[in-house]
């Protein structure tokens, strides 16, 4: 079946520094991709997606690229703040049930 | 704020017991999703109703039931609870029934002792 598989955390960073949170996919067709975040106490925020192949979703300063053949959608961003300490998840839609199919979740933690 | 409602946001209940959890979907939005995060299972999609009628299934227990309602709000039904049924459960909703984007509520916080 469909699976995301992100990298491990939790990821501590300093403020400013440059952020990317490894996810991979396995998929039949071709779903899209998504990156929710999660901040404390509250439910899944939209952050950015991609619908096809070389796709560039962005938001807030962040970024990922639909790679098709590479099957990933790492998500970036230049310069972290203390803000943007939160649970990421990437997702992909499985077009066949109508769902989202989600990563285990990667915490960030910016230290300022 | 999404647009989402849950209620209740805390429930603690004892094992055996049966609750209900309830959502509001969006304003215009058709499509509800529930969701189970819990720490060894992470996000797992549970069932999506379309407009009242149950549109796709996940990984829901025989126990777990659910329904959504002519003013478009759903109920997720937990029965027989059991310690491993403590989780946040979220509802999504979305304009329609294919993958458009879904908009998540902030969670019911269910803990079973």
């Known amino acids: 079946g469909n699976s995301v598989t992100q990298m491990e955390g939790p990821v501590t960073l300093s403020e400013e520094a440059f952020l990317t949170i490894n996810c991979t996919y396995t998929?039949?067709?071709?779903?899209?991709l998504f990156w929710y975040v999660q901040y404390p106490g509250e439910g899944l925020q939209l952050l950015l997606k991609?619908?096809?192949?070389?796709d560039k979703g962005s938001n807030k300063g962040f970024e990922a690229t639909y790679r098709k053949e590479t099957t990933s959608f790492h998500l970036e961003k230049g310069s972290v703040q203390v803000s943007d300490s939160a649970v990421y998840f990437c997702?992909?839609?499985?077009?066949?049930?109508?769902?989202?199919?989600f990563g285990q979740g990667t915490r960030l933690t910016i230290n300022p | 704020d999404s647009g989402v409602t849950q209620t209740p946001k805390h429930l603690i209940t004892a094992t055996g017991q049966r609750v209900t959890l309830r959502c509001s979907p969006r304003?215009?939005?058709?499509?509800v999703y529930w969701y189970q995060q819990s720490l060894d299972q992470g996000l797992q999609f549970l069932i999506q109703?379309?407009?009242?009628?149950?549109?796709a299934k996940g990984n829901i227990l025989e126990r777990f039931s659910a329904q959504q309602f002519p003013d478009l709000h759903s109920e997720l039904n937990l029965s027989s609870l059991e310690l491993g049924d403590s989780a946040l459960y979220f509802c999504?909703?979305?304009?329609?029934?294919?993958?458009?984007?879904?908009?998540f509520g902030p969670g019911t916080r269910l803990t079973v002792l």
């Open positions: 999504a909703s979305s304009v329609d029934a294919g993958l458009n984007e879904q908009f």
């Open positions: 998929a039949t067709g071709y779903p899209s």
């Open positions: 991609a619908t096809k192949a070389d």
């Open positions: 997702a992909l839609s499985d077009q066949g049930a109508q769902k989202l199919v």
């Open positions: 304003s215009g939005d058709l499509s």
């Open positions: 109703y379309y407009n009242g009628e149950e549109r």
